[in-house]
């Protein structure tokens, strides 16, 4: 089964604390996908990051940064010195063979920073 | 490119009207998939195209939903007929291979109310 979850429903900060949100996946597949999408208040799905399943080097773009662990199934994304901007609901996703190359979205994480 | 394009944005119909959703995705890309959000259910996929073809239709809702993609830069989604508890936002998004290695891109979505 091909699973996507992430447990905090709603994260609330003080701007320039630095978050992390929480994806944990199942899947059977020997090479899946990983991605993390941000939709602000405005509704649009914004694409943010793509992890490969036989990459575990984290990632570092500007004050995002990504954290893959296999032996977890965990794929965490933080947030460094957050602003009030990054405030949106973050959806991890996966992806693979098994999914029947369709996305399987989790329920999303809801963060508000506070200015 | 301009992204996906959807249209129209909002849509406000009487429960038993025909709605029609209409997707134009990313030149070049091969796969299209549409995604209805709701609070109760998350972002829930209806259906996927490749290549034009439906792959997997088993998200759609029941008999009433029915989708289509004459050509490579075109798709709908048509409710016919429409009831309340249609009411969401949906989502087309495409992709270039199909999800397995390349990330969706989204539209900015329909938002449907149905009265």
């Known amino acids: 089964a091909q699973k996507v979850t992430q447990a905090q429903t709603e994260i609330s900060v003080v701007e320039k604390e630095d978050v992390t949100l929480d994806c944990v996946y199942e899947?059977?597949?020997?090479?899946?996908?990983l991605f993390w999408y941000k939709q602000p208040p405005s509704g649009e799905l914004v694409f943010l990051i793509r992890?490969?399943?036989?990459?575990?080097q984290n990632e570092i773009s500007g004050r995002y940064s990504w954290n893959f662990q296999k032996s977890t199934s965990s794929f965490n994304f933080t947030i460094t010195a957050s602003q009030v901007v990054d405030s949106a609901v973050y959806f991890c996703?996966?992806?693979?063979?098994?999914?029947?190359?369709?996305?399987?979205f989790g329920t999303g994480t809801s963060l508000t920073v506070i200015p | 490119d301009a992204g996906v394009i959807q249209s129209p944005r909002h849509e406000v119909t009487e429960m038993g009207q025909e709605v029609t959703l209409r997707c134009k995705p990313i030149?070049?890309?091969?796969?299209l998939f549409w995604y209805r959000q709701t609070m109760m259910r998350g972002l829930e996929l209806l259906i996927y195209?490749?290549?034009?073809?439906?792959?997997?239709d088993s998200g759609m809702p029941e008999d009433r939903f029915s989708a289509k993609m004459p050509n490579a830069s075109f798709s709908t989604l048509k409710i016919q007929p429409s009831e309340p508890r249609d009411s969401a936002v949906y989502f087309c998004?495409?992709?270039?291979?199909?999800?397995?290695?390349?990330?969706?891109?989204f539209g900015q979505g329909t938002r449907l109310t149905v009265v």
């Open positions: 998004a495409s992709s270039e291979l199909g999800g397995a290695n390349t990330e969706a891109f």
């Open positions: 899947t059977r597949d020997t090479t899946y996908y």
């Open positions: 992890r490969n399943s036989f990459d575990e």
């Open positions: 996703a996966l992806s693979g063979k098994g999914t029947g190359n369709q996305f399987y």
């Open positions: 030149s070049g890309h091969n796969s």
């Open positions: 195209f490749n290549n034009n073809v439906p792959i997997d």
